[in-house]
């Protein structure tokens, strides 16, 4: 029991905390899930699990709204893992540590985990409450939606009775979403050659400090892949310093798909004295800082010593993975024409890893439009084949088509700007929600995205705003009594 229990609305934030002291980042949201079976049949609520795990509650409606239209509200069970590198902390094990700082609720070192777990805890405190004005309600909790929607692609059809629905994982006070963008996953294999290591001398050069952040929300902000930027050093060290002879070992950076990496590493191996290389690192370090002193004003980039690895690239895999990987599009593609201030179609490249006798990385690629995607999976194609590698698409999401004619969505915007005193803005966001999914198995819903301010989601400065959740349940509460 933390001091967040103290917050109100009490029934939401006491959820919240049982969700934080219950390990759940995604493919290990099992614990979770029971715990929350269990309450549910415990309080005798109809509660059942579909194929792949899905949770589906229903409490009938309250008193005297028994005719009103029944209303599901749909949340995700998962969290994003990610730690300062300072915080021992093991996802599968440890409780999230969440605590109260000003007007936000943190956690110490890691994610918070509000990205979804406040919208999941306003789902089961409105199960809850008892005094809460209502007709029937559903409630969807699906699974492993950070790592590729899985739940929502295998949701049972003819499940739900609902029509109307109320997704939970918006991150803005004061604004309403009605479309989302697409994903696919893009798998890059480079294979190399590694041959045994004679080099007397090896460091490893790690870059870390970086913000990261949502590799869809944050991806027009100007921070910085670590990935990326170490190789744009690898690159400028080849080209700029033919005299430094060094060979690379391992390189590893990032940790999931859909977040903007903060740190990475590559083991460097050489002969001689190590004052050309250590005066190129703190150049370009120099170089960094300046360049990026707004963006990334915690950015740190050194050598340290490391144990000496047995094998190393070869010559030509060593050029054809700097090449490769400097090359490779990263970031914003192109911003949206239909939708004033939203990028329409990006890539990420979130996570790579030296293994055995390949580099494999993992790319997360958005577009508000098919064709969007398209273009950048035939661009990485393109690229793969000059570079002798191997990219493999998978995880195909679709976006949400945006239909502002909704009546879910005229009621919302009407209750919202009675709460706030003007009107909410309505907004499409370039990140993967699950209502496009979920539209697919079940077209007639109409659905809305609505949530709290939270702030450096995917990221342990993960923060979500107290005045904020407050709104959020007026606002949700609101709907769920005025439901015509």
Not at 247 to 264: C, F, M, T
Not at 372 to 395: N, P, R
Not at 405 to 414: M, P, R, V
Request: with cysteine; aromatic share 6%.
């Amino acid at each position: 029991m933390s001091e967040i229990q103290q917050l109100q609305p009490n029934l939401l934030w006491k959820w919240f905390d049982q969700i934080c002291a219950i390990p759940h980042p995604s493919y290990h949201e099992e614990a979770l899930a029971n715990f929350i079976v269990n309450w549910a049949k415990e309080k005798h609520f109809f509660v059942e699990r579909d194929e792949v795990g899905n949770i589906l509650i229903r409490k009938p409606a309250s008193k005297g709204m028994e005719n009103r239209p029944s209303v599901v509200l749909q949340a995700h069970l998962d969290m994003v893992p990610q730690a300062n590198e300072d915080t021992p902390h093991n996802f599968q094990t440890d409780p999230i540590q969440p605590y109260i700082d000003g007007e936000w609720v943190t956690a110490k070192g890691t994610t918070l985990g509000a990205d979804n777990g406040i919208g999941l805890a306003s789902a089961l405190a409105a199960l809850e409450e008892e005094n809460l004005a209502h007709p029937e309600l559903e409630v969807l909790l699906t699974m492993t939606e950070e790592q590729g929607m899985e739940g929502a692609i295998g949701l049972r059809p003819n499940w739900l009775k609902s029509q109307i629905m109320i997704n939970t994982d918006t991150e803005e006070n004061g604004e309403i979403y009605i479309g989302c963008a697409g994903g696919v996953n893009a798998d890059l294999n480079i294979p190399i050659q590694q041959i045994e290591n004679t080099y007397t001398h090896s460091y490893q050069l790690v870059l870390k400090g970086l913000r990261g952040g949502h590799s869809g929300v944050d991806i027009h902000t100007g921070r910085v892949n670590a990935i990326k930027t170490l190789v744009r050093f690898l690159a400028h060290l080849q080209q700029h310093y033919p005299q430094i002879n060094i060979a690379i070992s391992q390189l590893n950076g990032g940790s999931v798909r859909n977040a903007i990496p903060r740190e990475a590493f590559v083991t460097l191996c050489f002969d001689g004295d190590i004052a050309p290389l250590q005066s190129a690192v703190e150049n370009f370090a120099t170089l960094l800082k300046t360049e990026l002193a707004i963006a990334e004003p915690h950015l740190q980039l050194f050598l340290q010593p490391t144990e000496k690895p047995q094998t190393i690239l070869d010559r030509t895999s060593q050029n054809k993975v700097i090449n490769l990987l400097n090359a490779l599009p990263n970031g914003v593609i192109r911003n949206s024409d239909a939708v004033e201030n939203v990028v329409e179609t990006s890539l990420s490249l979130g996570l790579i890893k030296s293994e055995n006798n390949h580099l494999h990385a993992t790319i997360l690629i958005r577009s508000l439009i098919e064709s969007g995607k398209h273009y950048v999976q035939e661009t990485l194609q393109s690229l793969t084949e000059l570079c002798d590698a191997e990219v493999a698409f998978s995880g195909d999401y679709p976006g949400w088509e945006p239909q502002p004619e909704s009546k879910i969505l005229a009621l919302t915007s009407q209750i919202y700007a009675d709460i706030l005193g003007y009107k909410p803005e309505i907004k499409v966001i370039h990140a993967g929600l699950e209502c496009g999914l979920l539209k697919k198995i079940y077209p007639n819903l109409d659905v809305v995205s609505i949530g709290p301010t939270i702030i450096n989601a995917h990221s342990p400065d993960e923060k979500v705003h107290i005045p904020a959740v407050q709104t959020y349940w007026q606002l949700l509460t609101r709907i769920l009594a005025e439901v015509k």
